[in-house]
């Protein structure tokens, strides 16, 4: 399911000369996890020594983004990233026997995370992405701390400001062990622009996405609906595995006569925060050839097989969408 492309030898790239992307052969492919030949970042190969930076088109440079979650959430911003740049090469790094994250102690949320955030650099990545909302509360700092400058780590926070800035009554639907603690607090009422809150707890939804779960999923997200006031406006999703079951969450909160509720999700914006880092531009018609490496626990592994029951998942692995 995966195409790998080399990375161009730093010997063989003169100072400030853009890097053209070597496809493999039509045909070859490469098993989940195997380790693609080492690239110059892209974020290095765009800078010259002197003189004007050459323009290039913006697929022009070879880019890999990393992501790390606790669990399938990153499937999201995955997708995103591949909307943008359908030539990017991903790597994800997830370590689902842990989850979830939520009830542990920071240090131990941060462990793992760093955990897997070793694994994903080892593929040398332009940027990494923490694709999940608890790890970039509890892990960001140590993460930041050991791998930049030359790894640009990027974080997950709710889109709090964004839905509050329309003014409207608003819902956060996030994990219980995120709700009402003073990380969203702070974000409230930092962010919160004077609009009208609600914190839903979302009691099991993380885990039936996990897991592919159909009923779970429906009895859980009717249960937070019951908790979302019925003229809310927005819809905050507090938490990266909530946007792969999006359309069931807009839906639940609808009442029958008036309009759906807009949903913010975080992982369009942490997809573009992520190229940018990286130094390239978003390519959105790019060729679509970009390998696809699955780290479970650190272990080169396939995607899960409850990752094909979301559209994220089917487009990742590169399985046709259903008419």
């Known amino acids: 399911m995966c195409r790998v492309r080399p990375r161009p030898s730093r010997s063989a790239r003169s100072p400030g000369a853009v890097c053209r992307r070597t496809r493999a052969p039509r045909g070859s492919r490469a098993v989940h996890g195997s380790v693609p030949a080492r690239r110059t970042p892209a974020r290095r190969g765009r800078r010259g020594t002197g003189g004007p930076r050459q323009a290039a088109a913006p697929y022009a440079v070879p880019v890999r983004i990393a992501l790390l979650d606790s669990g399938l959430g990153l499937?999201?911003?995955?997708?995103?990233?591949?909307?943008?740049?359908?030539?990017?090469?991903?790597?994800?790094?997830?370590?689902?026997?842990?989850?979830?994250?939520g009830p542990r102690t920071s240090a131990d949320i941060a462990e793992r995370a760093l955990a897997c955030a070793r694994a994903a650099a080892a593929y040398e990545p332009d940027a990494l992405i923490v694709a999940c909302n608890t790890a970039s509360v509890h892990a960001l700092p140590a993460l930041r701390a050991e791998l930049e400058p030359g790894l640009p780590v990027v974080g997950?926070?709710?889109?709090?400001?964004?839905?509050?800035?329309?003014?409207?009554?608003?819902?956060v639907w996030a994990t219980p062990a995120t709700t009402g603690s003073p990380y969203q607090r702070r974000l409230i009422e930092e962010f919160g622009n004077g609009a009208r809150i609600t914190e839903v707890p979302c009691h099991g939804l993380a885990d039936a996405v996990e897991t592919g779960d159909e009923p779970a999923i429906d009895?859980?997200?009717?249960?937070?609906?019951?908790?979302?006031?019925?003229?809310?406006?927005?819809?905050v999703l507090g938490c990266t595995h909530y946007e792969l079951v999006a359309t069931r969450i807009r839906a639940a909160t609808a009442p029958s006569a008036a309009p759906p509720a807009d949903l913010r999700g975080s992982a369009a914006a942490v997809a573009a925060q992520a190229l940018r880092r990286a130094g390239v531009r978003p390519a959105p018609d790019a060729e679509a050839a970009g390998g696809l490496t699955v780290l479970l626990g650190g272990a080169p592994a396939e995607l899960p097989p409850a990752a094909l029951g979301y559209a994220e998942g089917r487009l990742?692995?590169?399985?046709?969408a259903t008419p």
Do not use: F, N, Y
């Not at 591949?82 to 030539?87: A, E, G, T």
């Not at 009895?219 to 819809?235: E, F, G």
């Open 156 to 171: 997950t926070v709710p889109a709090v400001k964004p839905a509050a800035a329309e003014g409207g009554p608003v819902a």
């Open 219 to 235: 009895a859980a997200i009717s249960a937070a609906a019951l908790l979302t006031p019925r003229d809310v406006q927005t819809v």
């Open 75 to 101: 499937l999201a911003a995955a997708a995103a990233v591949r909307r943008l740049r359908p030539d990017a090469d991903l790597v994800l790094s997830s370590d689902p026997g842990s989850m979830p994250w």
């Open 316 to 320: 990742l692995a590169g399985v046709p």
